[in-house]
């Protein structure tokens, strides 16, 4: 168990926000407005997050975006960084992304969660300008790289899955083994081994039928450094939690011991980047490809054949 956490603790150290150090916040002299002070990336072009308008989004019909590895049960360890709360799986390479607007193959290396201080606001990217009280984003880098560290030097380095949060009356059951240790992680750099395996899928994509209902633009980690490095896809579909789950991570505290009640940076400028909606269609939205299509025109030619016949024997 030593030895899991120690390979956690240096597997944090390359986490967005652990870069380059850990002097940041989201309040006064260290909050998002003072970022670009010390990391001059955070002041780029292509920052993440962002509003998404839902009327000026281009839609497009993008090849099926693919999840290999999400319904193994995995067994996951949770932390806090100080920043946030992160859940990582042991397996080395076990879950893979590829499709939609990737033209390569993602490893899957850790996902976190951004909140805010009550139930109407926290997540980073905003919908039409509407915020919601949480956002997870489920981190990939590309294979080709070999490692996160790595692929933070390239432009296509990493593949972000995002996902929105609305507040039910009852508690989400996928979730409750995550919040029933918040309070055991309270401190910084604490950390959890989940009871029982974890079923990624029913986290990635609850919902397989809303798996190609996304938007998709270029971006950058939402973190000092704020490396723009990064294709972000976002779920139209929302998942929910109550607002006891939500109030759970309000308590974990910060990297100066204070409760870590909001973890969110504003919207950034869009600065001319096009939003792309992928609109799922029949090629894309099961695992079986083009079979309707097929059946059809085999239909006819039967239906000619005997015609044919017909006609001949008359």
Not at 3 to 22: A, D, E, H, K, T
Not at 165 to 183: A, D, F, M, R
Not at 188 to 209: C, N, R, T, W, Y
Request: hydrophobic share 35%; aromatic share 10%; net charge negative.
């Amino acid at each position: 168990m030593i030895m899991v956490f120690s390979i956690v603790y240096l597997g944090l150290l390359f986490l967005p926000g652990f870069c380059r150090g850990q002097n940041f916040g989201y309040d006064g002299d260290q909050g998002p407005a003072n970022w670009s002070k010390e990391y001059h990336t955070c002041i780029g072009k292509h920052q993440s997050p962002i509003n998404i308008d839902e009327h000026n989004v281009t839609n497009v019909s993008l090849p099926p975006l693919k999840l290999i590895g999400i319904d193994n049960p995995h067994q996951s360890y949770v932390t806090n960084t100080g920043h946030t709360v992160t859940l990582k799986i042991n397996e080395s390479k076990a879950v893979m992304l590829s499709g939609g607007p990737l033209r390569d193959t993602y490893v899957f290396e850790q996902l976190h969660f951004h909140w805010g201080e009550n139930d109407f606001e926290g997540s980073e990217d905003l919908i039409n300008n509407h915020s919601f009280p949480m956002e997870m984003h489920a981190v990939f880098y590309k294979e080709d790289y070999n490692s996160f560290k790595e692929a933070l030097n390239y432009s296509d380095g990493l593949a972000i899955l995002a996902c929105l949060y609305e507040v039910s009356s009852q508690p989400n059951p996928t979730y409750e083994s995550i919040v029933k240790v918040l309070p055991e992680i309270e401190k910084k750099d604490m950390g959890k081994v989940l009871q029982e395996p974890l079923l990624l899928e029913s986290i990635f994509v609850p919902d397989i039928a809303k798996m190609q209902d996304y938007f998709t633009y270029s971006g950058s980690l939402t973190t000092p450094p704020c490396l723009e490095v990064a294709k972000w896809i976002d779920f139209k579909d929302h998942q929910q939690l109550s607002h006891d789950q939500l109030a759970a991570f309000r308590d974990i505290r910060n990297w100066e011991g204070n409760k870590l009640t909001h973890n969110f940076r504003p919207v950034q400028p869009l600065e001319g980047r096009e939003v792309l909606h992928n609109i799922p269609s029949s090629h894309n939205s099961n695992g079986h490809s083009g079979q309707r299509s097929v059946k059809i025109p085999i239909l006819f030619v039967a239906l000619g054949a005997l015609v044919a016949i017909f006609l001949f024997n008359i």
